[in-house]
């Protein structure tokens, strides 16, 4: 049996932040029925130059994306463990090469030295949270492997922020000038919420008596 955290690690607007994972990780796979130089542009030339590194990216990280919400399934957690298990080694294979995959092309980016850098980092934030999370998980320690979870999640949910963020930034800024500063905004405040979240569960209660 799982132990229960002394105050919920997840907030409760879990189902809204679900959906928005699930509707973001289907339309990013809208390159397979349309061409991507209508619907991803600024990814033209990484699918000219080095479509493996792209389309391993782009097709493998929605995928992390979609299984979110089953990987947070406390029901699924408890009523079919192998299935959790099997569904967190795919997750884990996804984010090892789409992660590698975002590495390499975070430096081939046409957006500057801080886009490519503020990716890069994600990249390898991403790839190593999710690393600390399967080797807890191997070594039984379940309350600390859900706590790196939720700093692969929140990881993960850049692919959310980011798109949520691209349009303010044209509306406002224009695209040229927000691109590189959403590629550290999408995923460095999803990291200060991560650790919050883990720290308020580490927390001693204050309902506890002195």
């Not at 690393?131 to 979870?149: F, T």
């Amino acid at each position: 049996m799982y132990p229960i955290p002394k105050r919920p690690l997840l907030p409760r607007s879990l189902p809204v932040i679900w959906f928005l994972a699930i509707a973001i990780a289907l339309a990013s796979l809208r390159f397979l029925i349309a061409d991507i130089a209508l619907v991803m542009p600024f990814m033209l030339h990484h699918a000219l130059e080095r479509p493996i590194l792209l389309y391993g990216h782009i097709a493998l990280a929605p995928v992390a994306l979609a299984l979110l919400p089953l990987q947070f399934s406390t029901k699924m957690r408890l009523r079919r463990p192998t299935l959790h298990r099997w569904l967190g080694r795919l997750y884990g294979v996804v984010i090892l090469l789409s992660g590698l995959s975002g590495f390499f092309l975070a430096f081939q980016t046409e957006m500057g030295p801080i886009a490519a850098s503020g990716l890069a980092a994600l990249a390898v934030a991403w790839l190593s949270t999710t690393a600390v999370a399967i080797y807890l998980a191997i070594q039984r320690d379940i309350p600390a492997h859900r706590r790196w979870m939720i700093r692969s999640a929140a990881l993960t949910l850049a692919a959310v922020t980011l798109r949520l963020y691209l349009p303010i930034g044209e509306l406002t800024v224009g695209f040229d000038t927000a691109y590189p500063l959403i590629c550290w905004a999408c995923w460095v405040p999803n990291m200060f919420v991560a650790e919050w979240l883990v720290r308020r569960e580490l927390a001693p209660s204050s309902a506890q008596p002195a």
